[in-house]
T-cell receptor
């Protein structure tokens, strides 16, 4: 299996621009999670989906952030407009709770820099 | 989000020694406690996990000890090797059967000196 795939791996953008991060979960996994990692705050859960339905978005920092999962094999995290404080590494993870305990598999992350 | 407190922030251990990282949680609804290992430039990778119905779980050189009454759990790395140098995160999850998001500790930067 290819694992969780994220794109782009690196993104540099200017303040005010729209940023879209993409994730392809492991085939067959039906839960998808978006996390953000910074030095100050560590790893934070932003939002997660079960069977393509958003379940908990309480971790989304502001209305500037939005996430979608139009089908079982694709999700996006969008920031509009972006701000320098959004600079972080964004991880996508997926799991298949019905098929095994609780293992979440993480992608390689997208390093976002907003100047 | 409920907190998971992790200590120490950084740890230096000699090769062959035992590395010990501790975590404490507050929410008694948590029932899944994984440890993740992260190398620079990579995503976290699941190392070992435990449920509260057991007090200890061992996989190779890695052992989780769990104290439900104290709401604490720890990772022990026996015979630590330079290749174990990484950042380790404890986490806690709810009863959603893997469908819930995880709450992570702040991480421990472990260095194993040759």
């Amino acid at each position: 299996d290819a694992g969780v795939i994220q794109s782009p791996r690196h993104e540099v953008t200017e303040m005010g621009q729209e940023v879209t991060l993409r994730c392809k979960p492991i085939s067959g996994h039906n839960s998808l999670f978006w996390y953000r990692q910074t030095m100050m705050r560590g790893l934070e859960l932003l939002i997660y989906f079960n069977n393509n339905v958003p379940i908990d978005d309480s971790g989304m920092p502001e209305d500037r952030f939005s996430a979608k999962m139009p089908n079982a094999s694709f999700s996006t995290l969008k920031i509009q407009p972006s701000e320098p404080r959004d600079s972080a590494v964004y991880f996508c993870a997926s799991s298949f709770p019905a098929g095994g305990p609780y293992e979440q598999y993480f992608g390689p992350g997208t390093r976002l820099t907003v100047t | 989000q409920q907190q998971v407190k992790q200590s120490p922030q950084s740890l230096i251990v000699q090769k062959g020694g035992i590395s010990i990282i501790n975590c404490a949680y507050e929410n008694t609804a948590f029932d899944y406690f994984p440890w993740y290992q992260q190398f620079p430039g990579k995503g976290p990778a699941l190392l070992i996990a435990i449920r509260p119905d057991v007090s200890e779980k061992k996989e190779g050189r890695f052992t989780i000890s769990f104290n439900k009454s104290a709401k604490q759990f720890s990772l022990h790395i026996m015979d630590s090797q330079p290749g174990d140098s990484a950042t380790y995160f404890c986490a806690a999850g709810g009863s959603g059967g893997g469908a819930d998001g995880l709450t992570f500790g702040k991480g421990t930067h472990l260095i194993i000196q040759p």
